[in-house]
């Protein structure tokens, strides 16, 4: 989740900043993201009947990284936005997943287990986007995402 709420509250001063888009199509970066988060919640289910859970895990966490590292390496619109699709659709599937998992955990109670998932998920979306814009200050806003992109690798 820290990626998502990075994408929420970043991808707009991504658009504006980095890939230098016109201002009317700043939106872009993050309309494409919740577009494609959305599309995925509705495939979610489908697509781990196909694929299994494991499998949709790992290519979310492909897409998440994919879609981060593609948006530092080019600063086109077109490709920034084909990148910030990426990322919405592997983080889609990756969050209802985990928790699908996590309340059928049969060593923990369902409450307690939910409980720590949550937290844990809540504390990286508070935490991610204000940790892009410290090291944005430091560094670029590009080498922000790229290191969010660890976070899908490790997914």
């Known amino acids: 989740m820290a990626i998502e709420g990075a994408m929420f509250d970043w991808s707009w001063v991504y658009f504006q900043d980095i890939v230098k888009a016109p201002k009317q199509l700043i939106i872009l970066g993050y309309t494409s993201f919740v577009l494609m988060m959305a599309t995925g919640r509705f495939l979610g289910d489908y697509l781990i009947v196909r694929f299994g859970r494991k499998k949709v895990i790992q ?41 699908g998992v996590t309340g059928k955990h049969n ?8 409980t720590l998932v949550s937290t844990i998920a809540f504390l990286g979306f508070l935490i991610g986007p204000p ?5 944005s200050v430091f560094f670029d806003l590009r080498y922000s995402f790229m290191l969010f992109s660890i976070f899908g690798i490790i997914i």
């Open 59 to 99: 290519m979310s966490g492909i897409f998440m990284a994919s879609g981060l590292l593609l948006s530092v390496l080019s600063a086109n619109l077109i490709v920034c936005t084909l990148a910030f699709m990426m990322v919405g659709l592997g983080g889609s599937c990756s969050v209802p997943t985990v928790y």
């Open 107 to 114: 060593k923990v109670n369902a409450s307690i287990s939910l």
């Open 131 to 135: 940790a892009i814009g410290f090291i």
